[in-house]
């Protein structure tokens, strides 16, 4: 609920601090004494669009704050909690115009001007000005339906239908991207594999392959090492010749009776038999040793491919075979994909026409709700005096990649106000009073289950009188006993009706004009309507109308 609104230099008003209660308050003044611009001040405080022009003849800056109390479910909480901004029980909204900027504060934090508008949409709804807000903008037109429609376990179950549907899409276009990557590979990944199976590369076997190289590349010299070794042992002055005859002495001393070299003779005969094998390895190292140029270049050959291939994929020749079985791994996923894509496809094809079914109960709903609507806003026209004019909710299917979660319908009302007039959106078929009027009986019929705003007409009765004026102030008085309504009135009728009255007049200060507000008692509501009926000169009759007219209130 508004209850308080601050002005500081806006137009005509120099100074202004209002206070506002429940019910129906109804603004009165004379043409040209500042009504419009309470709303023009106001609607800055809303986040409408900053107008420099508003700021005071000889003034460089000028500032609105609006405060309010919100209820504790009111989802404007929710909001201002995503935003951080700290919860006070009054809300606090203020702009600012100075130096060509438009600062703007919720409860003394800054803000954005957008956050401040989605704060003000949700606290306060003018109709009949501020093009794009309220019930004019039609991007709220399908959350009313909604509301009034009770069908919430519909809206429910379509808005998870839908998070089900996006998300089994994403994870199928994951799974397709990744597979088209590893199909763009494939054929690569063929190849590769092809020329790792063809070479069957061992782990180790490059160092093997250098070994036996170097055996191959050096095998002259190595024979003849063996040869001069196995002649140095062999030959009749070699090592095992003389450790023969030096064990033939020895011999002669045992055949002495001596036991002392029996141990060392005992080793010489060790020695020698060990000699002896020694000689025939090398014997047969130096014959079995091949120096085969043909195998040489078999390895340098291997090798070579065995160092290529590592080169092409960055590794080592021993991770080729590491590699090999990876390759193999890939190209078995990849068949295995195929399946998975198949599957994926089926979910997401599936979560689709789970969410086009519930979309499709949702917009069934929808239409019988809207039916109900138009009967209900029809049956309020001819008491505005909007006989001749038609309502109609127009519900259309959207393009698919415009639907969402909310549903695959586009919800605009839509009317007009004459015969043979094309019906069109809401916004465009008129102006001024006629459409405050018709969007008054739209919001009679909306209102129930609304969260709590305020509600301000402006000039709602333009161009009508008499009964239908009185219907007017009729509805709006019921409007008030349940959300708090505002309207700017011409009409004696209407303004009878309010619980609390302010007055705007303009006065002439030195060389200044200043709009000013005030707060009228019984007996200033009274005599401010048998003005509105009279005119200049108030009579006692146009009194006790005014008084017949007020005691009427229901």
Excluded at 18 to 42: Q, Y
Excluded at 272 to 292: I, Q
């Amino acid at each position: 609920m508004l209850v308080h609104l601050s002005i500081r230099n806006i137009v005509l008003i120099e100074k202004l601090d209002l206070e506002f209660n429940s019910g129906l308050t109804v603004l009165t003044g004379e043409t040209g004494a500042g009504k419009s611009i309470l709303l023009d001040a106001l609607g800055l405080a809303l986040g409408s669009r900053a107008d420099f022009s508003l700021v005071r003849h000889g003034h460089t800056s000028a500032q609105v704050s609006a405060s309010f109390i919100i209820p504790s479910e009111h989802p404007v909480r929710d909001l201002l909690i995503e935003a951080g901004i700290p919860m006070q029980d009054e809300l606090i909204l203020r702009r600012q115009l100075r130096q060509d900027r438009s600062p703007a504060t919720i409860n003394d934090e800054p803000v954005s001007v957008t956050l401040l508008r989605k704060c003000g949409d949700l606290l306060v709804e003018i109709q009949g000005q501020f093009e794009g807000r309220g019930l004019l903008d039609t991007s709220t037109h399908l959350t009313l339906l909604d509301r009034i429609s009770g069908h919430p376990h519909l809206v429910v179950s379509t808005q998870e239908a839908f998070q089900h549907w996006r998300q089994s899409q994403q994870n199928y276009n994951d799974a397709e991207a990744i597979f088209i990557k590893a199909r763009a590979e494939e054929d690569w990944l063929r190849e590769s594999l092809k020329e790792l199976d063809m070479l069957l590369p061992v782990t180790g076997e490059e160092e093997e392959l250098m070994t036996e190289r170097n055996v191959h590349a050096n095998a002259n010299k190595i024979i003849q090492g063996l040869q001069s070794a196995h002649e140095i042992l062999s030959h009749d002055d070699g090592a095992i010749s003389k450790i023969g005859s030096a064990s033939a002495h020895l011999d002669k001393i045992e055949t002495l009776g001596s036991n002392l070299v029996n141990s060392v003779i005992e080793k010489l005969q060790q020695i020698t038999f060990e000699l002896n094998e020694v000689e025939t390895e090398l014997r047969d190292a130096a014959e079995n040793l091949d120096a085969d140029p043909r195998r040489l270049g078999e390895i340098d050959e291997r090798l070579h491919l065995l160092r290529s291939l590592a080169r092409k994929h960055n590794c080592s020749a021993d991770n080729l075979a590491e590699l090999y079985h990876s390759f193999q791994e890939k190209i078995t996923r990849l068949d295995d994909e195929t399946d998975n894509i198949a599957q994926l496809r089926l979910q997401r094809d599936a979560a689709y026409e789970q969410y086009v079914k519930k979309a499709k109960e949702l917009s069934a709903s929808r239409i019988t709700a809207a039916h109900i609507l138009d009967q209900q806003v029809m049956q309020q026209l001819p008491v505005l005096k909007l006989e001749s004019s038609e309502f109609k909710t127009n519900i259309q299917l959207l393009d698919e990649d415009r639907w969402s979660a909310n549903s695959i319908d586009k919800v605009r009302f839509e009317a007009r106000t004459n015969k043979g007039q094309a019906i069109g959106a809401i916004d465009k078929i008129a102006s001024g009073g006629e459409l405050a009027r018709f969007l008054l009986a739209l919001k009679v019929v909306l209102s129930e289950g609304e969260p709590d705003k305020c509600l301000i007409f402006d000039e709602v009765d333009s161009g009508v009188g008499g009964a239908v004026a009185d219907a007017v102030g009729s509805r709006l008085s019921a409007l008030g006993k349940t959300t708090q309504t505002l309207v700017i009135t011409h009409s004696p009728q209407v303004a009878a009706k309010g619980q609390n009255h302010l007055k705007i007049t303009k006065l002439s200060v030195g060389d200044s004009i200043i709009s000013n507000t005030t707060l009228l008692d019984a007996d200033g509501h009274r005599e401010e309507v048998a003005r509105m009926l009279a005119g200049e000169q108030i009579t006692d009759a146009a009194r006790m109308a005014a008084r017949t007219l007020i005691d009427s209130r229901s």
